[in-house]
């Protein structure tokens, strides 16, 4: 079954569960879907119960999508997300992120539990993606392209936009939420990055290294949506300490800042909407 068949399929099936109109979609990352029960919810899926759709299978990652408000603002949460080194292909990883744009969501914001390699990032800092580097793992736009997502070679000279990240900025402001900006890179995983790769991700420009969201990033890009996204910083990159990492290292930092990533997500959904 090729992708336009596939995504049609689910899109068919999510439609005869809901017919929630979402103008927000969010990606909730390591950690933090917890968040999802936060708001007030209209309606869920599992992504068990929609044919042809990848099923999470990492702890921390509940899969589901949950419909409803934050305050007035239509939204639609990924309470966990898929990854490619979970054996999904790159079209299947992306595939949440082009049902949500068919949905009706028109601004994405994901966000991400990642590894530091700014040595001026420590567990619990927040970081505003401004671009990314996707160069070690496969382009979701290979393959034949779907015209009527987007076109075949599209710009990626402004993945984040500036407008939303500025909106961001301000809004970590006025809650006193430190916030960092800078450059994410994504590697495939699931093992994590050694010291010397993250020396090269930092020659190349990254400050920050995670196994997702860039390619989130440019499916989303290719199908029109605006696009902001966040970095948790859960650890320091291998080779930054002398510490071995952890997943489980990952859920704790994550779950130690998460009031505060709430507070930021939600009110930046606000300021958005």
Do not use: W
């Not at 393959?143 to 710009?155: S, Y």
């Not at 939303?164 to 809650?175: Q, V, Y």
């Not at 029109?224 to 970095?231: D, H, P, R, Y």
């Not at 505060?260 to 939600?266: E, S, T």
């Amino acid at each position: 079954m090729n992708t336009q068949e596939t995504i049609d399929k689910c899109y068919n099936i999510i439609r005869s569960k809901t017919d929630f109109v979402p103008s927000v979609a969010i990606v909730l990352g390591s950690g933090l879907g917890k968040h999802a029960t936060d708001i007030d919810i209209v309606e869920t899926i599992d992504y068990k119960d929609i044919e042809g759709f990848p099923v999470s299978t990492v702890k921390g990652h509940e899969g589901r999508f949950v419909f409803g408000y934050i305050e007035q603002v239509p939204v639609v949460l990924m309470q966990g997300r898929v990854h490619y080194y979970e054996g999904y292909s790159m079209e299947e990883v992306v595939l949440p992120i082009r049902l949500m744009r068919m949905m009706g969501a028109k601004t994405l914001l994901l966000t991400n539990a990642a590894g530091g390699i700014n040595p001026a990032f420590a567990a619990g800092d927040f970081m505003l993606i401004r671009d990314h580097i996707a160069s070690f793992v496969p382009n979701p736009l290979l393959g034949k392209n779907i015209d009527r997502l987007g076109e075949r070679f599209p710009d990626m000279s402004n993945v984040y936009d500036n407008n939303l990240c500025d909106i961001i900025k301000n809004t970590a402001k006025e809650l006193d939420i430190p916030l960092h900006e800078g450059v994410y890179i994504q590697f495939t995983g699931p093992s994590y990055e050694t010291p010397t790769e993250v020396r090269m991700a930092k020659i190349l420009g990254a400050d920050a290294v995670g196994m997702s969201t860039a390619c989130e990033a440019i499916a989303a890009k290719h199908a029109g949506m605006k696009i902001c996204a966040i970095s948790c910083i859960s650890n320091p990159a291998s080779g930054v300490t002398t510490e071995e990492l952890s997943h489980a290292d990952v859920i704790v930092a994550t779950d130690k800042s998460s009031m505060n990533f709430k507070r930021l997500v939600f009110e930046v959904v606000k300021n958005i909407g």
